[in-house]
């Protein structure tokens, strides 16, 4: 790939970054907010890859704004309060969870390493009964979506089996 190339692609990625730190939003939310996966915004934010338009339109959907918009140098990021407000109304319209645009954020992963340690997932469970279970448990309401992600991703996936349920249409987790 030539130097040119790999400067562009670095631009965009520091674009993106510059968009959700305004935002106030982990890498992890952005993955969330976007329906992507968090090693690909942190792939993107540092340069490694070069997405295609559907996924810089489904980014800039996310951030509130026109795909030439995000890559754009000379186009202002919007402030914080317009970055987070159209990042609402993104998500209510996927009905993906709001709890990531708190500002203080449940850390899901450690009551999921929790759950882990209590036996419940030595049964195979589908991710609605993880989340009622946390429901339950922590008074944390979690997307499926959400739990799926974190047992899909770093240690916790070395230490899960998924397999399909007897309706071959949803996953079920249990550990190993």
Known sequence: MAENDKNTLKEYGNRVRTFRIEANISQEALATFAQLYQSYIA??????INIGILAQRTLSDTFGVKH???????FPIPSKDILRENIRRHITSKNIDPSYLRDKMPDY????????????LNEPRTSKQIAEKYKQEYELEISTARITNILSRGVRSS???TSKSACGKLNKYQLI
Do not use: A, C, H, T
């Open 43 to 48: 792939s993107i934010e540092k340069g490694d």
């Open 68 to 74: 030439y918009q995000l890559s754009d140098p000379d």
């Open 109 to 120: 992963g450690k009551f999921m390493d929790q759950l882990l340690r209590s036996g419940f």
């Open 159 to 161: 230490k899960i089996n």
